[in-house]
């Protein structure tokens, strides 16, 4: 039974006990009545007989229980008005939700993007090519916000590390002391940031196309080595961006052998070199 229905019952209830409560005091007040032959004390006065002593007797009783009626009517009313307002909420976040998965699947595409070119431009600088960094994707990341302003608190970890990445991978490839500077060693670090951005906003894609409604707790090293494929940062398996990989299995752990060998790396994009 839901709550409006037990207090309708109640209500009911507490109205129909009444009634059988009034009955059952007119059958016991009626001797007493008949007994005291209450008369008005004016000529003019019209004489009500049993009924005047009735309630002159339990006016205050009866005053009470409206009073009792109407505040059970008031309290029904007020809890309904509420569940309907919180229904409401409830409703609206539903479509907000909706709605920002809806235009989730474009700004992960756009932040993969983002992660692809950033590897190019890496390779270009430190080949000594003039490339520019790609600027941070601003739209897509207003994108993440909204779609995080619409889920519970256990479901946010995800987007707010793809976020986190972002930003500080930007600084550190935005600052053009550090790409002056650029050497094998900070180039693989930097190529690993990319890659990391790239294989959380990958893990995203089921369910912004509410293909799922659940989100990964982690990053595999399985879903690292696609995103060095996926992104050209390293082809070959043997690499120092896979032994990387290897080496810091706390951040990147394995999932089974049958898992990771059913992960194959989707066809890589051509990086310039």
Known sequence: MSRDEGLAAALFALVIGGAIAIGIAIDVTAPLCDAA???????????????????????????????????????????????????????????????????????????????????????????????????????????????????????????????????????????????????????????????EIYARASSLFEFARFETDDLPSELFADQMRSALWSTGAEMDREGPLHAMIDRRERLYPKRSPDEEDSKRPPTPVAAVH
Request: charged share 25%; net charge positive.
């Open 37 to 195: 032959k209450i008369k008005s004390m004016a000529p003019d006065k019209i004489e009500f007989g049993c009924f005047e002593f009735w309630l002159n007797r339990y006016q205050t009783m009866l005053a009470g229980a409206a009073a009792l009626v109407a505040a059970t009517a008031s309290v029904f009313y007020l809890r309904r008005q509420i569940a309907q307002a919180d229904q409401h909420k409830q409703d609206q976040l539903l479509r907000d939700r909706a709605a920002a998965r809806t235009v989730l699947p474009l700004a992960l595409s756009t932040i993969c993007e983002y992660a692809s070119q950033s590897v190019r431009s890496l390779y270009a600088r430190f080949n000594g090519q003039a490339a520019e960094m790609p600027p941070i994707p601003t739209i897509a990341l207003d994108q993440l916000v909204a779609t995080v302003r619409t889920l519970e608190s256990r479901h946010v970890e995800p987007f707010a590390r793809i976020v986190q990445e972002l930003q500080v991978h930007n600084a550190r490839v935005s600052d053009r002391r550090e790409l002056r500077r650029l050497n094998e060693l900070n180039l693989h670090e930097y190529l690993l940031d990319a890659a």
